[in-house]
């Protein structure tokens, strides 16, 4: 079978393609996608949609009625597409494929802050503008804490890391002294 990454790209692609021609919300678009992926996700859901005694009908209206919100015409396209095709094990691939197409497609990168303490909104103000600089491109921060790190912080977008967490320092000197 192939991987799910080659299955997931042409739908990935042609959801965007499709949420920008009908002019839907791009981020909400993809917010959509991983809670279908996260319900998809779940072994009992994976079970059901496997079941040969189960209607794609009846996979399509248990999403429906799992996901938060009604599903929009372009969701539920989407959606019955991927049962009628035996794609739902792909979805979570696809959601992840289609988050980096929309930042793409905005110019922006998604970017992970693990931070020992929580950062106010002025702070982060302040550490967005900073970091948008440093990597020179528009970022969506979301903040973990990691208490582990002791001070500072860690700063995760796609496969580049910036670590000035207490954490590494101590890290770099141990490295220093063993050496």
């Known amino acids: 079978m192939a991987e799910l990454a080659t299955i997931a790209r042409p739908y990935a692609e ?9 002019g839907a919300d791009l981020d909400g678009t993809a917010a959509l996608v991983e809670e279908l992926a996260a319900i998809a996700a779940n072994p009992h859901v994976q079970q059901l949609a496997e079941s040969p005694k189960v209607t794609d009908e009846q996979v399509y209206d248990l999403f429906a009625g799992v996901a938060r919100s009604a599903l929009p015409q372009l969701a539920q396209n989407f959606l019955r ?5 035996g794609r739902l094990p792909a979805l979570p691939e696809i959601a992840a494929q289609l988050r980096a ?5 905005k110019g922006s990168s998604d970017a992970i802050v693990h931070s020992a303490f929580p950062i ?3 702070a982060l103000a302040d550490l967005t503008a900073t970091l948008e600089k440093r990597f020179g491109r528009k970022l969506n921060l979301s903040v973990q804490l990691d208490p582990a790190l002791i001070g500072g912080i860690r700063v995760v977008v796609g496969d580049e890391v910036l670590d000035t967490s207490v954490k590494a320092r101590l890290e770099q000197m141990k490295a220093a002294l063993t050496a």
Not at 81 to 85: E, G, S
Not at 101 to 105: A, F, I, K, L
């Open 81 to 85: 597409t991927l049962i009628a095709n």
């Open 14 to 22: 042609a959801l965007l393609k499709a949420a920008v021609e009908t």
């Open 120 to 122: 106010d909104e002025a």
């Open 101 to 105: 197409r929309v930042n793409e497609h």
